[in-house]
């Protein structure tokens, strides 16, 4: 029997940033104080990976040998994060870092090219490069926490680009006509979005980063109590990365939201998400034999994306496997809607959702660069549990049908577009 999932509109964010607003039961660790010693920073680090297999052997979603496996893969990109942001970075002369296939977290948008930068925001920079071909190209300032709100962003809309595709691009310091972003002090974080819509034909430009003002310190001279309180900085924030991810998931969707359900669409810019974004999602929870429906509308947003995730909250596998579409990428329906399809199995729709075996996991849709305010009640997306025996029925008759030679091309063409995307 078919059962129909009402939408909830519940005063809930999703995404990460977009949750800085709201109370996070976070399971929290007591962060290790600087000593300025080397092998005590570094004991201090190889304990806080033993505590964190301990955190995930305990939690609720530590249970399919899929899900234990991701856990400890999870561990290991929180731990490449934090060294990379924290024990590497010199915020003085700041340079780009990836989020991108191996070191993904905090449920990244699987269309997204991510360049993340930390930088001291009582100095002044210069950020440079190319437009590129991506349908979006966002640039925000966050403060140092994952959950920190936005300072300021500059959006695709609002980005002045040369003639011949290239860009500058200001922050701190004094405001300035064109393009500029505000810089609170302390340390801050340039987050650069690059977003792709169609995979077959979009590529990034580059991005690139400068500190300009005359203050800017001379390059340090490295020594051991640097490093040592690097390490002990990588500690705490990888400390509180392995936990956040997957409590956010558990606290703030599987908590809230029943399974299979679809949260009306929010916009989240007023509460530190990306500005101009609309977002909605949920969680899906099904059998071997049964296939979830997500029906959508086409809208004004010049993105709109939807993608799989799973509860340690980063993405599926996004360059092998179709867990991600775009409206670029999906199919239309004759109903003038799209028909998401998400199952265990292939089960030979245009818009199936590999789930990667994965029983359980997470939803988001994204809707970026809308030219109205919101989406109209009446085309807010909605879920529809059925058994794949019922799922034909449960569709427009002349839903096209995929060969299997069908599916591997478009496999094979989002894997070249995902090494294209990243020069892998």
């Not at 011949?164 to 004094?174: P, T």
């Amino acid at each position: 029997m078919v059962k129909k999932i009402l939408i909830f509109s519940l005063g809930i964010v999703i995404g990460a940033a977009s949750l800085a607003g709201f109370q996070l039961r976070k399971v929290a660790a007591e962060p290790v104080a600087a000593s300025g010693q080397l092998e005590q920073s570094l004991n201090q680090l190889a304990k806080a990976i033993g505590d964190a297999g301990v955190f995930v052997r305990e939690h609720t979603w530590f249970g399919s040998e899929k899900e234990q496996a991701e856990a400890y893969r999870h561990i290991v990109r929180a731990l490449i994060n934090s060294l990379e942001s924290r024990a590497l970075a010199e915020p003085d002369f700041p340079l780009f870092v990836s989020l991108n296939h191996f070191n993904k977290l905090g449920m990244d948008n699987s269309d997204q090219r991510y360049r993340i930068a930390l930088f001291d925001g009582d100095g002044e920079y210069r950020v440079w490069g190319t437009r590129g071909s991506t349908r979006r190209l966002d640039f925000a300032v966050y403060g140092l926490d994952s959950m920190a709100p936005m300072v300021d962003t500059l959006s695709t809309d609002d980005l002045e680009i040369s003639e011949d595709g290239s860009f500058e691009l200001w922050i701190g310091g004094e405001p300035r006509e064109g393009n500029w972003l505000r810089a609170q002090p302390g340390l801050q974080r340039l987050l650069v979005r690059q977003i792709h819509s169609d995979w077959a034909t979009e590529l990034p430009g580059d991005v690139h980063i400068d500190r300009i003002d005359s203050g800017r310190p001379n390059y340090p001279l490295f020594s051991a109590k640097i490093m040592a309180d690097r390490l002990t900085a990588a500690t705490n924030f990888f400390s509180e990365e392995v936990r956040l991810w997957p409590e956010l998931s558990r606290t703030r969707i599987a908590g809230l939201v029943p399974a299979n359900t679809l949260l009306a669409p929010r916009d989240t810019g007023s509460e530190g998400g990306l500005a101009g974004r609309l977002m909605s999602g949920g969680h899906y929870d099904i059998e071997d034999d049964e296939a979830l429906i997500l029906t959508s509308w086409p809208s004004s947003a010049k993105y709109q994306g939807i993608q799989l995730g799973h509860h340690w909250w980063e993405s599926l596998d996004y360059a092998n496997r179709q867990t991600s579409l775009t409206a670029d990428q999906a199919h239309l329906s004759s109903d003038g809607a799209y028909h998401f399809v998400i199952s265990r199995t292939d089960p030979g729709v245009p818009n199936w959702l590999d789930t990667e075996g994965f029983s359980r996991g997470v939803i988001l849709m994204r809707y970026d660069g809308l030219d109205v305010a919101g989406i109209p009640d009446e085309h807010h997306p909605t879920a529809t549990l059925v058994k794949l025996s019922e799922l034909k029925a449960s569709l427009p008759s002349d839903e096209p049908v995929v060969s299997k030679q069908e599916r591997i091309d478009d496999l094979a063409m989002r894997r070249r577009h995902v090494q294209r995307r990243e020069n892998f």
